[in-house]
């Protein structure tokens, strides 16, 4: 990806020369942008890694057809957003039958994420305190899991533990009637459903920022230089002299 | 209950019922609910499979028509699911035979049934009881091109996985490189993840053990391959990394000729290193693929010292690993580390690690505690320096020796022929803490095992008591043959298995060796040990059993005359016997160590203080012994040759001329 390239050959460029700090003023900085080629397919390819991971079904529709970028099957990014929106609903019953149509292998060979959309279920189940029906669920579905492994049943006490409380939302593991425990649970299927299509599981842009920041951090030692400090606005900042 | 609305029709019995009474719609809703019910869970599999759910869907699978796809999808994913991970599922799935039906739906027109099909058969071939696929049947070669050739993606793993599952031979391997498929193989590197993960997997089962495979693979396209995979070592995605090094290591393992500079192995051992931290199956298997890499190889334990590797290892030791897999590779990892540097074992007993490897010698799980066991051995084969400074307090202590004499109990043999392995280690050489050993009921158990049917068990017994009777004091020998008996002793010189004759012997010339009250017990019970050594001696044709027979008989001729005329009875072929004495062959041998053995038994037997010498001498010489000796003073081998020297002055009377 040629961002890295660009990074890196700065990088090795203002290595050579620094002994002590060198000051590089904003009009230097930018000739030296500028004389870095980006190759525009490979910005937006870029961008449709993100679109495509992320599941913005539209946009990428949308981004496909302006930037002209290759074919997506934009059908699998549906199905896979059908299965998170209804995880992140908690109709976590109907993204298990879903998953299963889409891929069987999927909850067959994972048994970490199948418990967690089942732990998921219960969660649901007490959340609507259907105490009786969520014990049955436990004992039927859950506890073979955890005799089959010493890390779920401890996860499966903390969840039976909610029942146990009045006022749930103040109790210590209040936090998995939460909404983020919803988004986790979500995330770690669109994760598995990703891997299971040969997709990568994490767009690439972040980390392209992450590399950013941390390139910025190895600069700062040797070098002042107009800065990109709001990754929103990507606005260069003059350096403090 | 308000829960169970659905739990009646939901209930096993019925949905089978439901599945072979219904049509169209309601069949095919009871066949997803079945899918729904035993996808992920065990406990649902089991028991469907139990009463007999397999034949009712087979049957769906097998009548279903071509067009009716979402039949096929469906019963072909239940069918799959029951195969995925349950031993019994498999069985269950082929005796039902739906499996040549898996097949035939591979050729649908219909993309999501060939997916469905695919993906069951997968899941078929990742269990060890999946039939074994004939690639040297030209028909099923081509079929298997076809699949791998194929667009669909799960079509091609399915491929992939048949290569992985039934590839052993070498003759298979030079099939499959001879029809293409290596080079379809490696086209596939550059296809999907799932398709490149399912390549690497397949290549390494082609080329492990074989160089002309291999030299077919990197040769035409001078190391355009390798590099390719070298790269794939880089990659974003942990199992990746850790497929492109297995395929590696292989090919390194089978071809010494490549991948041999010091970078390469270097970059192998840092991104190993790496790996152990992922969590899950990568994570699992890491530290085995680790343990091949450096499999023996002394440069390689020395550049994962220089990398710290110890240290990592160790610190995975500091909080047991729940994973038995993980827990194991770590184990069998350092085992392979400490097998030859000194400085890896001391590093990993300054690290404090060895309760947690003790801890593990009473773990759940026979692979961990026999993996503990091999770690043991491996820590405990040490020379002197770390023998004194660190483990001869740590090692016999009752701590360790207590839990691993009980393991000489344990019901899986494989951790008894384990623990006896760090058991002869430890023994060795310490004679004082012996004493521990054997008030644990250590010897008591031994014998038994000496005992044992399983030849594995037996050799590794003897080869334990050999080592504990090694320069043992007198009242330790002595313990050790009471409990021992010459008859048992006896015998295992004469076992089946010239290994187990071997350490047998070896056992008696510990025992022999030193004081003259030990060289009684051989002459036991009408001396049935001596005459069970000669035995084999006249008998056998084992170097490793006469080097250590003749020891036997030249330790014992360094006691009283009546020792010494015991030996020369085994050595001399009776009155009326024409035969020449196995000696002689001993003093021809091409083996160094054999011709030191006989001629320092001579030298023994001859020792001019003792007063029936000369007629010893006598014998010897009308036997020929004499001549032959008297043709070695130019012996090649310098010990064999200075006691020619001392044996022709004992021979003539310190009368060199003659």
Redesign the interface.
């Known amino acids: 990806m040629s961002v890295f390239w660009f990074v890196s050959r700065q990088l090795a460029a203002i290595e050579a020369m620094a002994t002590s700090k060198k000051v590089i003023t904003r009009e230097e900085w930018e000739k030296r942008l500028s004389n870095v080629k980006i190759r525009k397919e490979d910005m937006n390819k870029l961008v449709m890694n993100f679109l495509v991971t992320e599941g913005y079904v539209e946009a990428a529709e949308k981004f496909c057809m302006e930037s002209g970028t290759e074919h997506i099957d934009l059908a699998t990014i549906k199905d896979r957003m059908a299965v998170k929106k209804a995880v992140q609903c908690g109709n976590v019953e109907d993204a298990i039958e879903r998953v299963n149509d889409l891929n069987p292998e999927i909850l067959d060979t994972n048994p970490q994420l199948f418990f967690h959309l089942q732990q998921q279920r219960l969660i649901e189940l007490i959340r609507k305190g259907k105490v009786e029906e969520a014990l049955e669920f436990a004992q039927e579905e859950l506890a073979p899991r955890g005799e089959e492994n010493e890390s779920f049943l401890e996860e499966l006490e903390r969840t039976v533990a909610l029942l146990a409380f009045e006022d749930v939302s103040n109790c210590p593991v209040g936090e998995l009637l939460d909404i983020s425990q919803r988004l986790k649970t979500a995330s770690e299927v669109n994760a598995a459903i990703l891997t299971s299509q040969s997709h990568e599981k994490d767009p690439k842009l972040p980390s392209l920022l992450k590399m950013l920041i941390w390139a910025q951090n190895q600069l700062d030692e040797k070098a002042a230089y107009p800065h990109i400090n709001n990754l929103s606005t990507a606005v260069l900042e003059d350096p403090p002299v | 209950?308000?829960?169970s609305a659905s739990a009646s029709t939901n209930r096993p019995e019925h949905l089978i019922f439901r599945l072979s009474s219904s049509e169209g719609e309601a069949k095919l809703k009871a066949l997803?609910e079945m899918?729904?019910q035993i996808?992920?869970?065990?406990?649902k599999k089991l028991s469907y499979i139990k009463i007999g759910a397999v034949p009712t869907v087979a049957g769906i699978l097998a009548s279903a028509g071509e067009s009716d796809a979402f039949l096929l999808i469906q019963s072909a994913?239940v069918i799959?699911?029951f195969a995925?991970?349950v031993d019994t599922g498999v069985e269950a799935v082929l005796d039902s035979g739906a499996f040549p039906h898996l097949l035939r739906i591979l050729s649908n027109p219909d993309e999501k049934v060939v997916d469905a099909g695919a993906?069951s058969l997968r899941?078929i071939f990742q269990s060890k009881l999946a039939p074994k696929y004939d690639f040297l049947q030209k028909e099923k070669m081509e079929f298997l091109l076809l699949l791998l050739n194929s667009e669909n993606?799960n079509v091609t793993g399915l491929g992939a996985s048949i290569i992985t599952h039934s590839c052993e031979t070498s003759a298979e391997q030079k099939a499959l490189c001879g029809a293409g498929v290596l080079r379809r193989l490696v086209s596939l590197l550059e296809g999907?993840?799932?398709?490149r993960d399912a390549s690497l997997d397949s290549l390494a089962v082609i080329v492990k053990n074989n160089p002309e495979v291999i030299s077919k693979f990197v040769g035409p396209q001078s190391g355009r391959t390798l590099s390719a995979i070298t790269e794939l070592t880089k990659d974003?995605?942990p199992r990746t990394r850790l497929l492109a090094c297995t395929c590696l290591i292989v090919i390194r393992n089978s071809y010494p000729c490549y991948l041999q500079d010091i970078g390469i192995k270097t970059k192998l051992l840092l991104i190993l290193l790496e790996l152990l931290e992922e969590p899950?199956q990568v994570g699992d298997e890491a530290p085995f693929a680790l343990a091949n890499l450096i499999v023996e190889k002394e440069d390689l334990h020395k550049l994962a010292f220089e990398v710290d590797a110890v240290d990592k290892l160790c610190n995975f030791l500091q909080k047991v690993p729940?994973q038995v897999k993980r827990f194991q590779g770590i184990l069998l990892a350092l085992a392979e580390l400490c097998s030859k540097l000194e400085n890896c074992r001391s590093r990993l007993l300054s690290l404090q690690v060895l309760n947690s490897i003790t801890d593990a010698l009473t773990h759940d799980s026979a692979e961990v505690r026999s993996a503990a066991c091999i770690c043991i051995r491996s820590v405990s084969r040490s020379v002197k320096d770390v023998i004194q400074n660190l483990s001869a307090g740590c090692f016999m202590n009752e701590v360790m020796i207590t839990p691993l004499v009980q393991l000489l109990h344990d019901p899986s043999t494989s951790v008894q022929v384990a623990a006896l392995g760090a058991i002869s280690n430890i023994v060795v050489d310490f004679t004082t803490r012996r004493v521990t050993f054997i008030q644990c009921g250590g010897v008591k158990q031994l014998v038994q095992l000496s005992k044992s049917m399983d030849s594995m068990l037996r050799l590794n017994a003897v080869w334990a008591l050999r080592n504990l009777m090694f320069l043992a004091d007198n009242s330790c020998k002595q313990g050790i043959f009471l409990e021992l008996t010459a008859s048992t002793l006896a015998s295992l010189i004469c076992d089946p298995e010239p290994s187990i004759q071997e350490q047998a012997l070896a056992l008696v010339r510990n025992l022999v060796n030193g004081c003259i009250n030990s060289i009684e017990h051989v002459l036991a019970e009408d001396g049935i040990i001596l005459n069970a050594v000669g035995r084999q001696l006249w008998s056998t044709s084992y170097t490793e059993v006469w080097v250590q027979g003749v020891y036997v008989l030249s330790n014992v001729a360094t006691g009283n005359e009546f020792h010494k005329e015991a030996v020369m009875q085994q050595l001399l072929p009776q009155a009326g016997d024409c035969s020449q004495s196995f000696i002689i062959k001993f003093l021809q041998s091409n083996d160094n160590r054999l011709r030191t053995a006989a001629i320092w038994c001579v030298v023994n037997l001859t020792y001019p203080s003792s007063p029936e010498a000369f007629s010893r001498v006598v014998k010897l010489w009308n036997a020929g012994i004499f001549s032959q000796i008297k043709n070695m003073d130019d012996d090649p081998c310098l010990d064999v040759k200075f006691r020619v020297t001392t044996a022709l002055k004992q021979l003539t009377f310190g009368d060199s001329s003659t």
Request: hydrophobic share 25%; net charge positive.
């Open positions: 209950m308000p829960a997803k899918k729904n996808i992920g869970n065990r406990t994913a799959g699911s995925c991970g993906r899941m993606e999907s993840l799932n398709q974003r995605c899950g729940a």
